[in-house]
């Protein structure tokens, strides 16, 4: 089985930065594309980021220039810098067994997730 635990989330006023967390386990063997999701209130899920088997990012528009998606051994990372309001959210990882390609923002590419962590921005 794999599992993915989020954790860092936390309130922070607008301009601050946070780092999200992930740690994800399972076969040693395997490569995954891995993503961070999020969910604001009242809004639908959407891609934030994510990583490919070859180390290389794809961002969403509103997150580009932003974040940074990195991965170490078997930690997901999201560094959120110039957080704004509208980043509140509960902010999810995501893996898939296999290359991202094209569809690494899609929900539907993945196979496993987290439970969440909650980020929330004030002005």
């Known amino acids: 089985q794999v599992q993915l635990v989020e954790s860092g989330g936390g309130s922070v006023q607008a301009g601050g930065s946070l780092r999200l967390s992930c740690q994800v386990s399972g076969d040693s063997d395997s490569n995954y594309c891995l993503a961070w999701f999020r969910q604001g209130p009242g809004k639908e899920r959407e891609g934030v980021a994510s990583?490919?088997?070859?180390?290389r990012p794809t961002y969403a528009d509103p997150v580009k220039g932003r974040f940074a998606i990195t991965k170490e051994k078997d930690t997901l990372y999201l560094q959120m810098n110039n957080l704004k309001p509208d980043d509140t959210a509960m902010y999810y990882c995501?893996?898939?067994?296999?290359?991202?390609?094209?569809?690494?923002?899609?929900?539907?590419?993945?196979?496993?997730w987290g439970q969440g962590t909650q980020v929330t921005v004030s002005s």
């Open positions: 995501a893996a898939y067994l296999g290359r991202c390609g094209g569809s690494g923002l899609l929900a539907a590419t993945y196979q496993y």
């Open positions: 990583i490919d088997i070859d180390g």
